[in-house]
């Protein structure tokens, strides 16, 4: 079965992932910050692990 890219809400409680979002940046550095941003779309991007809807996820991305 294909997976899709689900582009409509889907985290429960997303303030409070935004939040902790913001708090794992507190105390880095610009750069610490984007090496941090760029660990964690990684780390998504290989639970995800259909290369199909990564490449949909950066078209998304993107354009929006």
């Known amino acids: 079965m294909r ?3 689900n582009l409509c809400p889907n985290i429960p409680d997303p303030d409070g992932f935004y939040d902790e979002l913001l708090a794992a940046h507190q105390g880095l550095s610009k750069e610490e910050s984007e090496a941090f941003n760029a660990r964690l779309i ?5 639970h995800i692990g259909e290369r199909s809807v990564l490449t949909e ?3 998304a991305a993107r354009t929006r």
């Open 42 to 46: 990684l780390v998504l991007a290989n």
């Open 3 to 5: 997976m899709t890219l």
């Open 57 to 59: 996820a950066l078209k």
